[in-house]
Protein backbone atom coordinates (compact mmCIF):
# COMPACT_ATOMS: atom_id res chain seq x y z
CA UNK A 1 0.00 0.00 0.00
CA UNK A 2 2.48 2.61 -1.07
CA UNK A 3 -0.14 5.55 -0.29
CA UNK A 4 -0.32 4.77 2.87
CA UNK A 5 3.77 4.47 3.08
CA UNK A 6 4.13 7.98 1.94
CA UNK A 7 1.60 9.58 3.89
CA UNK A 8 3.65 8.08 7.01
CA UNK A 9 7.04 8.77 5.29
CA UNK A 10 9.86 6.77 3.72
CA UNK A 11 10.36 3.06 5.26
CA UNK A 12 12.82 1.56 3.65
CA UNK A 13 15.99 3.93 4.33
CA UNK A 14 15.04 6.42 1.71
CA UNK A 15 13.88 9.70 3.05
CA UNK A 16 12.09 12.56 1.48
CA UNK A 17 12.94 16.19 1.22
CA UNK A 18 11.25 18.31 3.74
CA UNK A 19 8.48 20.70 1.95
CA UNK A 20 9.08 24.42 2.42
CA UNK A 21 5.32 25.21 1.78
CA UNK A 22 4.15 23.31 4.89
CA UNK A 23 7.44 21.38 6.29
CA UNK A 24 6.28 17.42 5.28
CA UNK A 25 8.32 15.00 3.63
CA UNK A 26 6.96 13.86 -0.07
CA UNK A 27 8.66 12.99 -3.27
CA UNK A 28 8.08 15.42 -6.11
CA UNK A 29 6.66 18.86 -6.61
CA UNK A 30 4.64 20.36 -4.32
CA UNK A 31 0.72 19.70 -5.29
CA UNK A 32 -0.23 22.26 -2.76
CA UNK A 33 1.80 24.99 -3.92
CA UNK A 34 1.21 24.44 -7.12
CA UNK A 35 -2.21 24.89 -6.64
CA UNK A 36 -3.44 21.04 -7.99
CA UNK A 37 -5.42 18.76 -6.79
CA UNK A 38 -3.60 16.10 -4.98
CA UNK A 39 -6.10 12.99 -6.29
CA UNK A 40 -5.86 13.64 -10.01
CA UNK A 41 -3.14 16.72 -10.45
CA UNK A 42 -5.70 18.92 -12.13
CA UNK A 43 -4.69 22.68 -11.35
CA UNK A 44 -7.31 24.70 -9.39
CA UNK A 45 -9.12 22.14 -8.00
CA UNK A 46 -9.22 20.67 -4.08
CA UNK A 47 -9.15 16.87 -3.42
CA UNK A 48 -12.99 17.17 -2.01
CA UNK A 49 -14.19 18.38 -5.29
CA UNK A 50 -12.45 15.87 -7.94
CA UNK A 51 -14.44 14.75 -10.00
CA UNK A 52 -12.22 11.08 -10.03
CA UNK A 53 -14.56 10.99 -6.71
CA UNK A 54 -17.60 10.84 -8.71
CA UNK A 55 -18.32 7.40 -9.78
CA UNK A 56 -21.40 5.09 -10.50
CA UNK A 57 -21.42 3.96 -6.10
CA UNK A 58 -24.96 5.57 -4.62
CA UNK A 59 -22.58 5.69 -1.75
CA UNK A 60 -20.43 8.25 -2.11
CA UNK A 61 -17.47 6.08 -0.53
CA UNK A 62 -16.27 3.89 -3.74
CA UNK A 63 -12.54 5.36 -3.01
CA UNK A 64 -12.46 5.28 0.56
CA UNK A 65 -10.77 2.76 2.48
CA UNK A 66 -12.75 0.54 4.58
CA UNK A 67 -12.32 1.75 8.42
CA UNK A 68 -11.02 -0.68 11.03
CA UNK A 69 -12.64 -3.09 12.76
CA UNK A 70 -12.85 -3.22 17.03
CA UNK A 71 -14.03 -5.35 19.85
CA UNK A 72 -14.54 -3.43 23.00
CA UNK A 73 -14.66 -6.30 26.13
CA UNK A 74 -15.83 -4.94 29.20
CA UNK A 75 -14.85 -7.31 32.46
CA UNK A 76 -16.26 -7.06 35.77
CA UNK A 77 -14.90 -7.45 39.00
CA UNK A 78 -17.44 -11.05 39.48
CA UNK A 79 -16.02 -11.47 36.42
CA UNK A 80 -12.59 -11.01 36.94
CA UNK A 81 -12.82 -13.22 40.33
CA UNK A 82 -14.28 -16.29 38.51
CA UNK A 83 -11.76 -16.09 35.69
CA UNK A 84 -8.74 -18.48 36.14
CA UNK A 85 -5.60 -16.03 34.03
CA UNK A 86 -6.30 -12.39 35.02
CA UNK A 87 -4.24 -11.67 38.24
CA UNK A 88 -6.40 -10.17 40.94
CA UNK A 89 -5.96 -6.20 41.90
CA UNK A 90 -2.57 -5.35 44.27
CA UNK A 91 -1.30 -2.63 45.82
CA UNK A 92 2.08 -1.95 44.96
CA UNK A 93 3.55 0.87 47.35
CA UNK A 94 6.40 3.36 45.36
CA UNK A 95 8.47 6.54 45.42
CA UNK A 96 9.78 8.96 43.46
CA UNK A 97 12.98 10.60 44.18
CA UNK A 98 13.08 14.37 43.86
CA UNK A 99 16.23 15.55 42.61
CA UNK A 100 16.03 19.64 43.84
CA UNK A 101 16.68 22.04 41.12
CA UNK A 102 15.60 19.90 38.53
CA UNK A 103 13.33 20.81 35.38
CA UNK A 104 10.33 19.24 34.59
CA UNK A 105 10.70 16.50 31.60
CA UNK A 106 7.07 18.22 30.25
CA UNK A 107 4.65 20.86 30.79
CA UNK A 108 1.15 20.94 30.34
Request: aromatic share 6%; net charge positive.
Amino acid sequence: NSGFQQSRGPSEGYSYPVCTTYGRRHPGECRRAAGTCFKCGQTGQLRKDCKKNTTASTSGQADKKPGASGRVFAVTKDHATKTSGIPPVREVEFSIELIPGAEPISKA
